[in-house]
C-alpha cells in the first residue's frame, strides 16, 4: 500500500506539533527554527538566501529575520562587497538554542517511543528507518 496524501498530511503533522510544542515556549514557531537550523547548518547567508530555501518572499523572510535578530539569536552585518545586501549569521546564542532544541527533541522522541507498546516497537522502528531511506534518496 503506497502512503497516500492522508499519510503524508499525518507525518507533516506529526513534525509540525512536535516542533511547535518546542518552540512556544520560547517565543518560536516554525518558519523562525527552520532559519536558525539552515543558519546553524549552512553558516552565513543572506536574506535571498534564506526567502529562497524556506520559499517566501524577500520581504517575508525579513519579517521572520526582524524578530530573531530582537531575540539575540541572529545577526545582520553589511556585506563587504555589496552595501546593498545584508549578511545574516547566527549568534552563539542561537546555536546554543538550536542545540538545546536537539538535545530536547531527542529527549521528546525518546520518551514518545517508550509511550509505544513494546510489541509495536520494532514495527514502529522499521517503518520510520523505511520513511527516512525514502526521504534522503529524494533530496
Known sequence: MHGGPHETDFVFSLVRIVADYFLRSRGLN????MILFRLAHKGQCSVSDISHHMQISAPGASQLLDK???????SRAENNDD???RNIEITS?????????????QQKLITLMEAVPLQEREQLRKSLETLNRILRSMQ
Open 30 to 33: 516554525f518558519p523562525r527554527m
Open 68 to 74: 530573531l535578530v530582537e531575540v539575540g539569536y541572529v
Open 93 to 105: 546564542k542561537g546555536l546554543a538554542l538550536v542545540q538545546e532544541l536537539k538535545k530536547e527533541h
Open 83 to 85: 552595501r546593498r545586501m
